[in-house]
């Protein structure tokens, strides 16, 4: 790879990973605000209205930076990825077009009935536009990942043109649509946005707990945030296997790349190691076979290694492909362990009297965000030396005219933004957060209100 390629695959890297906080947050935050508010219509209990409020400020925070921060993606497509832009542009122009018409026309529509809406309409149509801007936002989600599966299994398009002036176009939509990964990566990546979202609200609910702020409300937000949680965790381990199973078939390199498995054999299922690619060599604690019984329902059925692919189809990094697939396996599982045992001291009605735990669950918001984004890693890393799998090739996807000099200022100065965008959001979010939630001074649950242990 030349300077030009590094820096280019670097800084799309880095502005789509800082991307790549909010959306999920906001996904799983609008899933949680539809129970809060649900639950109110239901009960007419105030404590979940005044849930609802705090967490739609949190929610506007959160959808604004994003906004702000998915802009840059697009024009570096322009910039830096000039040939790849002209390849899939019909491809992602259709797929882009409804994610427009279809997902971010509605979330915009009733976002501001969401956050201005109170005392403005009816209750009934405030929670309609709160089911609306969540379905949006996944909709949306939706098409963006559309468009990268494209990326990684092609269906639906024939190529037009040669050489430099070659690019992709549809010719059956639907095809292109539900090519043979989008339906599995989408299920994947939404409920990784679930966990998010709920982890933040448990997060911040485990802390009013601790420090006796709020304690019935956090409680019922705590309650309703676990089970989206726990069920999203679960539903994480089919939604990964049956993501494993499309790589299996389609990209059988990155699967060999993610287990660092190098000769075609019976293949081991790690826990955890070490590639030592240069002498092609994995360590560590591992499973006999076990990707092989994964894969094949057998311990000794052969799995294609990585010296069956020719050196230039293979992935570069291949202990980095490795250890960001393991870490997200690793988090997932302790996602399911952390909320098996929050329900069953709930049932045990000991949840909220476990301040080690609580303690545990303010610092597990950063789980599932570290989670979604070394999955991504893994899925992108280990698509290389493809842009678009199989027929475009990330080197020769770049931009004729941009040099390494350009890339790198223009690195710079987006790192300085979103720094500083980043310090912004926390200052505001904390700021928030300190401000605590709307409550009325006749109302019990001030401050100052004791510490109640009970549960919901």
């Known amino acids: 790879m030349d300077n030009v390629e590094i820096l280019s695959r670097i800084q799309f890297a880095f502005t789509i990973a800082f991307h790549y906080i909010y959306p999920p947050l906001s996904i799983g935050l609008g899933v949680c605000l539809v129970f809060m508010e649900g639950l109110y219509l239901k009960t007419k209990d105030k404590v979940y209205e005044e849930l609802t409020r705090f967490w739609i400020r949190i929610f506007a925070l959160i959808f604004g930076i994003g906004v702000a921060t998915g802009i840059v993606m697009e024009f570096e497509f322009g910039t830096n990825w000039a040939v790849y832009s002209r390849y899939v542009g019909d491809i992602f122009g259709s797929a882009l077009a409804a994610e427009g018409i279809f997902a971010f026309a509605l979330e915009s529509a ?42 990684q299994t092609p269906a639906g398009y024939r190529i037009e043109g040669t050489g430099m002036q070659a690019r992709a176009v549809v010719t059956d939509f639907w095809e292109m649509v539900l090519n043979p990964s ?17 982890f933040l609200v448990l997060s911040v609910s485990a802390w009013y707990i601790m420090k006796r702020k709020y304690v019935v409300h956090s409680q019922k937000a705590f309650t309703i945030a676990l089970w989206v949680a726990a069920i999203s965790s679960l539903g994480q381990l089919f939604t990964g296997h049956q ?9 059988p390199a990155k699967l060999a790349t993610m287990e660092g498995h190098f000769e075609t054999a019976p293949a081991d299922l790690y826990i955890l190691g070490w590639v030592d690619a240069k002498n092609q060599q994995t360590t560590g604690l591992k499973i ?36 960001t697939y393991h870490l997200m396996v690793g988090i997932g599982m302790t996602l399911i362990g952390l909320c098996g045992l929050a329900l069953f001291l709930l049932y045990r009605k000991k949840l909220f009297v476990n301040r080690w735990l609580m303690a545990v669950f303010v610092g597990s918001v950063l789980l599932p965000q570290i989670a979604n984004q070394v999955g991504w890693y893994t899925a992108e890393v280990g698509r290389q030396p493809w842009v678009v799998y199989g027929l475009l090739r990330t080197s020769d996807a770049l931009s004729q005219a941009v040099k390494a000099e350009h890339v790198l200022i223009s690195l710079i100065l987006f790192t300085l933004v979103y720094i500083i965008l980043f310090v912004l959001f926390i200052y505001l979010l904390n700021k928030k957060i300190q401000h605590g939630l709307d409550v009325s001074p006749e109302d019990p649950e001030t401050p100052r209100s004791k510490f109640n242990p009970s549960p919901i």
Do not use: C
Not at 183 to 197: E, K, N
Not at 243 to 251: D, F, H, I, L, M
């Open 182 to 198: 989008s339906i599995q990566r989408y299920s994947h990546v939404l409920i990784g946005a679930f966990l998010a979202g709920s």
């Open 243 to 251: 993501s494993a199973e499309v790589v299996t078939k389609y990209q």
């Open 288 to 323: 006999p076979g076990g990707l092989s019984f994964l894969v094949h329902q057998d311990f000794k059925k052969p799995i294609p290694g990585l010296n069956s692919f020719k050196p230039e189809n293979r992935p570069g990094a291949i202990n980095f492909v490795f250890q």
């Open 110 to 151: 009733f976002l501001g009935i969401l956050i201005f809406g109170w005392n403005r309409v009816s209750p009934r149509v405030h929670f309609l536009s709160t089911v609306l801007v969540a379905l949006g936002s996944m909709f949306s989600a939706l098409w963006i990942v559309v468009a990268n599966s494209w990326q």
